[in-house]
């Protein structure tokens, strides 16, 4: 989910693209999924947006069973 977000919110702008683009690229390629540098990746592409509206769904639907130790239900802020 937070893959697509940062997918979603990058297209909007060439600044954000590239920062992403960027991080992307210097980081560990086995580590590119890792949650910590997604949740980092979301932070500063929300942060740089002057509007971003974020609708989640299907929230009910998600029973948790994918889900491994470092995805502990964390707050994104």
Avoid: N
């Amino acid at each position: 989910m937070l893959l697509l977000l940062i997918w979603q919110v990058a297209r909007q702008g060439e600044v954000v693209l590239e920062i992403v683009y960027r991080r992307v690229m210097e980081a560990d390629q086995r580590t590119v999924r890792s949650v910590s540098l997604l949740r980092g990746l979301a932070e500063m592409a929300l942060k740089v947006q002057t509007f971003c509206f974020v609708a989640v769904d299907g929230l009910d639907e998600c029973d948790g069973s994918h889900l491994g130790p470092e995805d502990a239900q964390e707050e994104v802020a």
